[in-house]
T-cell receptor, first 112, second 113 residues
């Protein structure tokens, strides 16, 4: 079946460095992608999204890149802070369907 | 801000008990979802509802049922809890005519002993 996956289960970075979290997807019909952040003891929170007609989208300290050729999605966090420590999920959907398929999650650990 | 609340943060139940998990959203969203979250498996969809009294099975509906009597409330029911239903349960909602990012509640960690 179709799936969304992550390459690395845990990523450890130094405070102030940039972080890159990767995600591979296999459903070529997906046209909308979302990144969520889940802090310990909380539900996932929306970070940023991107539609398939875009290659890049920037938010505050975060950038999402989409490479449709290799079905790859990444989340870049600039100047990583201790508050960025969390599990990050990618999710995909076809906009019309409104159903999300989630990846397994990557834990980001920020070292002071 | 969208607010999705869940009735309990932590629950401990015995095998065979009937368990109710309640979810309420305050943004008049049409769609509501129940997921379970397990280490290494990510979020898996149990049931969803796109309107009052409407429900659809997700990927893992076995052992669960749902109820949506009011638009703002979506309940997950474990008719006879089993130890393999020990998990984190997450409720989410979204508006039908908006981009499909879902808004999540804080989760209920259920332990079945």
């Amino acid at each position: 079946g179709e799936s969304v996956g992550l390459h690395l289960p845990t990523l450890s970075v130094q405070e102030g460095d940039n972080s890159i979290i990767n995600c591979a997807y296999s459903n070529s019909a997906s046209d909308y992608f979302i990144w969520y952040k889940q802090e310990s003891g909380k539900g996932p929170q929306f970070i940023i999204d991107i539609r398939s007609n875009m290659d890049k989208r920037q938010g505050q300290r975060v950038t999402v890149l989409l490479n449709k050729t290799v079905k790859h999605l990444s989340l870049q966090i600039a100047a990583t802070q201790p508050g960025d420590s969390a599990v990050y999920f990618c999710a995909e959907t076809q906009v019309a369907g409104n159903m999300l398929t989630f990846g397994g999650g990557t834990r980001l650990m920020v070292k002071p | 801000d969208v607010k999705v609340t869940q009735s309990s943060r932590y629950l401990v139940k015995r095998t065979g008990e009937k368990v109710f998990l309640e979810c309420v959203q305050d943004m008049d969203h049409e769609n509501m979802f129940w997921y379970r979250q397990d280490p290494g498996l990510g979020l898996r969809l149990i049931y969803f509802s796109y309107d009052v009294k409407m429900k659809e099975k997700g990927d893992i509906p076995e052992g669960y049922s749902v109820s949506r009597e009011k638009k703002e409330r979506f309940s997950l029911i474990l008719e006879s809890a089993s130890t393999n239903q020990t998990s984190m349960y997450l409720c989410a909602s979204t508006r039908v005519d908006s981009p499909p990012e879902q808004y999540f509640g804080p989760g209920t960690r259920l332990t079945v002993t």
